[in-house]
């Protein structure tokens, strides 16, 4: 309204001018007339751009809806997903028999076939193609008044039993990580969830073909509530115990009650990042007749340390891990040695043991790199005093591994590797693997 009495007022004044001027009626008429039809275009251009402008905004509003009804995560949410596929052909040659068939999947040192006492067994060979070790994994981060929370699970399809060679080769998934982690505050943060062993610095992991690699590395993955400030990460894990039995074998058991405890330190000199880290651990033994019935049972408390790291040289790298106590155990090359054993009088004795690695990474062009892998593990068993079965027990294993990777694309690998494998028992009698392995990695 005040516009239009603004307007009025303008022409009011044009024709005012005119007239002092001296310009005739009628011209100033016509004069004002066209301006009125000027101005009523104007009015009707500003009326439609209006409409127009009303018909966009509500068309972007449906399509905030639109995408925000479609959205796979709430608003905030931010998604992330990755993983590789890899194929890989493996042909193995055992020098004293057929192992378990785990071994036609990745290198496992314990299950490395042995001499038996009435002398050398047959030697065996075999060739697996698989894409087991592919892998997939999503997660999750929000930004919240409380800090940064995300989440992350991973899966791959090794060490599956379900699978049948003869016509589909379908293997199903299974867990690799499962956690949640909240980061409350700048370089402080608390994890829940499966996710490596606090113990274990995976990045010091040589860059090899095997699954795994090293007899002497520490390699586990389990359950844990982890709390982090900075260099330091204290964690309360998953506890289990497996022992040597007096009559041969060995048993599983979780009767114990305190969970392994964890504390690390992870360091940085220049161009060498390194970790120390110590473990402690309650070691139980329970027989169990029935299950309303106990039978002999027994604890223990052991413990494990390693010092563990990568050296970068320029483009290339050195890693290196070294771990020693009296139950590692399960924490080091898959469980190559048990966590102790049950002595004459029924009760846990722990075994000291040690291992480690050196490898070395080098890079001859940008698309060509290899890497050498060299490595030892080793208890000190008990004596027959002490242990009736003490000569069936593992004493040392020794592994290499060489390899040649070629990258014609940024995230596309091609390689192979020779590995060489020793097991030695506490008698004296022992056993060798070679395996060449090729593989084929895309990463997405």
């Not at 009025?8 to 004044?13: I, Y």
């Not at 590789?84 to 290198?107: R, T, W």
């Not at 004493?395 to 690998?413: F, W």
């Amino acid at each position: 309204m005040f516009r239009m009495k603004t307007l009025g007022v303008a022409l009011a004044l044009i024709g005012s001018s005119f007239a002092a001027a001296g310009v005739p009626a009628a011209e100033v008429d016509e004069r004002i007339a066209d301006l009125e039809r000027q101005i009523a275009e104007l009015k009707s251009l500003i009326v439609s751009n209006s409409t127009g402008i009303s018909d966009n905004l509500e068309t972007l509003s449906v399509q905030a809806r639109d995408i925000d009804e479609a959205r796979p995560m709430k608003k905030g949410t931010r998604f992330r997903y990755g993983g590789y596929v890899q194929l890989d052909a493996i042909a193995s040659n055992y020098s004293e028999g057929k192992p378990a068939s785990v071994m036609d999947d990745l290198f496992v040192p314990s299950l490395i076939p042995v001499e038996s006492l009435v002398g050398a067994g047959d030697s065996y060979t075999s060739t697996n193609i698989h894409a087991k070790s592919s892998r997939f994994y999503f997660g999750t981060q929000t930004n919240t008044d409380a800090g940064k929370i995300s989440s992350h699970i991973e899966l791959d399809f090794i060490l599956s039993g379900q699978g049948d060679e003869r016509v589909s080769n379908s293997f199903s998934s299974r867990i690799r990580h499962a956690y949640l982690k909240w980061d409350y505050a700048p370089e402080q943060s608390l994890l829940a969830g499966q996710a490596w062993s606090t113990f274990f610095n995976v990045g010091a992991l040589p860059d090899l073909l095997d699954f795994v690699g090293p007899v002497g590395t520490v390699f586990e993955r389990q359950p844990m509530i982890r709390w982090t400030n900075g260099p330091w990460q204290l964690a309360v894990e998953n506890q289990t115990t497996r022992v040597n039995l007096p009559q041969g074998g060995s048993r599983i058991g979780d009767a114990q009650l305190m969970p392994d405890l964890v504390a690390r330190y992870d360091g940085k000199l220049s161009d060498l990042s390194w970790s120390l880290a110590a473990i402690g651990r309650q070691l139980s033994y329970e027989e169990r007749p029935s299950a309303s019935i106990e039978g002999g049972s027994d604890e223990q408390f052991g413990y494990g340390l390693s010092l563990a790291g990568k050296w970068n040289l320029g483009r290339n790298d050195l890693r290196f891990m070294a771990s020693y106590g009296d139950a590692l155990g399960r924490y080091m090359g898959l469980n190559a040695f048990n966590d102790g054993y049950i002595d004459t009088n029924g009760k846990i004795s722990t075994i000291d043991q040690w291992g480690g690695f050196i490898a070395y990474r080098h890079y001859w062009t940008d698309q060509w790199r290899s890497n050498v892998s060299i490595s030892a593990s080793q208890a000190s068993n008990p004596s027959s005093a002490d242990f009736a079965a003490t000569g069936t027990l593992a004493k040392s294993y020794r592994s290499m591994h060489v390899n040649l990777n070629y990258l014609p694309a940024p995230k596309l690998q091609l390689g192979g590797e020779l590995m060489y494998g020793v097991k030695e028992l506490e008698n004296g009698l022992d056993g060798d693997m070679y395996r060449l392995q090729f593989a084929a990695k895309y990463a997405f």
